[in-house]
């Protein structure tokens, strides 16, 4: 299961109005995570390592769009408070 990052353009984040998602706010901390559905998100602030189970950590910055697969296990390890929009489904 492959985690999908990338810097996206202000012209991506207009077409699927990323401003009017939900934001989602969580402190330093680390916990088991698992996805039963597709979330996508732009990262507002903080900084992330996400471990999938079975793979190699990713790296995740204020900044990225990121998107999760439906079905993936992971382990995040939240090393500055992250503040986020998400999107499921």
């Keep these: 299961m492959k985690i999908k990052v990338e ?4 012209e ?10 939900p934001i989602w706010t969580k402190e330093v901390s680390e916990f088991p995570w698992y996805y039963d559905e597709k979330e996508t998100c732009l990262i507002l602030e903080g900084h992330v390592l996400v471990t999938p189970e079975g793979g190699e950590p990713v790296e995740i910055k204020s900044g990225d769009f990121v998107e999760f697969p439906v079905g993936l296990r992971c382990v995040w390890k939240i090393t500055k408070d992250i503040r986020k929009h998400y999107n499921f489904g």
Excluded at 7 to 10: D, R
Excluded at 12 to 21: G, P
């Design 7 to 10: 810097k996206p353009s202000a």
């Design 12 to 21: 991506k984040l207009v077409k699927l109005d990323v401003a009017n998602w």
